[in-house]
Every structure is written in structure tokens, then in C-alpha cells.
């Protein structure tokens, strides 16, 4: 150790032999008095020994010169050292291309789009006039998919039995009118079988037709309770069953 380091105060004390904290604003006034009271080697030894900047013993290296240990960096010659690199360090890899799954899940979602705006067109066609009595619609796996969300949707959306419910697709541009209809009927079939519907009454408008009037006459008689001859219905019919 240094002459100069021996000298500086190695804790700092009220001049009364008390020690003092070392933290706050009498602490770095007091350092600040040792700072300027001290000269340019002695005030190396202070910082070194209040902010611990002590060299590093982990950084190899040759100098040109010899250094003693004890000299600050501020003073010391400086020394070419290489880089070290870390033991089994992997490369980075590389980031990846994802571009052509994009392309492929947007011309995906796309085809779903126009096959589904087709089926929403043969529904629409299906169903432009309610159903009868005893109906039988063929439709193809699309359009039956199409349909039977609309009939989920329109039958959760509130109580068939008090009057006409009906639930839409703006992207679609269609709206499915249901209504409770005694001894109606209508059979649905497809690639997969038939299926059977009992009890409701079935009618496919444009969303917009569908959103601000109300289905056709026929369908708006048997929401209030009333068939179309006059007579009134049982509006509460048996619930869908497959086939």
C-alpha cells in the first residue's frame, strides 16, 4: 500500500473519535473537505476507497511497461487486450422467413370467405319464401353449416315461443327469421343424411331487409299467434330433433 493511501482516513468520524453514517448529505460534504484538501495522489486513494473502484484483477493483458498495482486507470498507459469469448457460445441463429406460410394462410382464409358468401347466397335463395308445412331443402355441406349457425344463433337470441326471432351475418349479408310454427316441418338434407326439424317456420332476407323491417306477412302472422288462414297456432311446438 501506498504512503498516500496509509495517510487517508480509512472511516470517516466527527473529529471526536464517534463514527458518523456514511450515507447522506453530511457524508459527501464531508468527502467533498477530504477531496480538496487533498492532493492529486491522495485523491485517487479517497475515490478508491469510498467508491470500492478498485482495479480489475480479472482483466489479462500484456503492457508495454510493468504497472504497479496500487496505480489508478486515470494514470496508467493503456493495454491492447483481445476479447475473450465465451466458452461454448453457440452463433445466433438465423431469423426465419415466414412469408410463404403467411401467403398461405391469407389464401386460406380468403377461399373459406368465398365459400361461405356462396352458401350464404344458396340459403338465401332457399329461404327467400318461409317454409310450408311439410318443406324439403337439399343444401350443400356449406350452406347446411351456414344455416345452422344462423338457426343457433337466432334460437339463443331470445324466446321462439313469444314471437319471431332471427340472428344475421353482416359479413354474409343474411338474416334468418324463425318462427314457432304447430305441425310445420321441414327436412334438411345433405351429403351427411337428413335432418329434421319440427315446429319452426324458416325464412332468409338480406341482412339489411333483415335488420330494419320485419319478415314477410306470412311469417310476421305466425309470430303473433296466428296462422295464415286466421286460426291461431300453438306457438309451443316441439323442439329440433335429428332425424
Not at 457524508?27 to 485517487?44: I, K, M, P, Q, V
Amino acid at each position: 500500500m501506498s504512503d498516500s493511501a496509509r495517510k487517508a482516513p480509512s472511516a470517516p468520524g466527527d473529529g471526536a473519535g464517534r463514527p458518523v453514517s456514511r450515507r447522506g448529505r453530511a457524508s459527501l460534504l464531508r468527502l467533498a473537505c477530504w477531496f480538496e484538501g487533498a492532493d492529486a495522489e491522495t485523491a485517487h486513494d479517497i475515490y478508491t476507497a469510498a467508491f470500492a473502484t478498485y482495479r480489475a484483477r480479472h482483466l489479462g493483458g500484456q503492457a508495454a511497461a510493468p504497472v504497479a498495482p496500487a496505480t489508478s486507470w486515470w494514470n496508467a498507459p493503456l493495454a491492447d487486450t483481445a476479447a475473450a469469448k465465451l466458452a461454448g457460445a453457440s452463433p445466433v441463429a438465423p431469423v426465419h422467413d415466414h412469408s410463404e406460410q403467411r401467403a398461405r394462410l391469407r389464401d386460406e382464409a380468403e377461399s373459406s370467405a368465398h365459400w361461405r358468401r356462396s352458401a350464404a347466397r344458396e340459403v338465401r335463395r332457399l329461404l327467400a319464401d318461409p317454409t310450408g308445412d311439410d318443406s324439403r331443402l337439399h343444401l350443400t355441406p356449406p350452406a347446411l353449416g351456414v344455416l345452422m349457425d344462423l338457426l343457433t344463433a337466432a334460437l339463443g337470441s331470445g324466446d321462439s315461443a313469444r314471437g319471431a326471432v332471427s340472428a344475421g351475418d353482416l359479413e354474409l349479408d343474411i338474416r334468418l327469421h324463425v318462427t314457432r310454427v304447430a305441425g310445420a316441418s321441414i327436412v334438411l338434407r345433405g351429403a351427411g343424411g337428413d335432418l329434421s326439424i319440427d315446429g319452426l317456420r324458416l325464412q332468409a332476407t338480406s341482412y339489411p331487409a333483415g335488420d330494419s323491417t320485419e319478415p314477410s306477412d306470412e311469417v310476421g302472422a305466425l309470430a303473433s299467434g296466428e296462422s295464415v288462414s286466421g286460426q291461431p297456432v300453438d306457438l309451443l311446438a316441439d323442439p329440433v330433433r335429428p332425424a
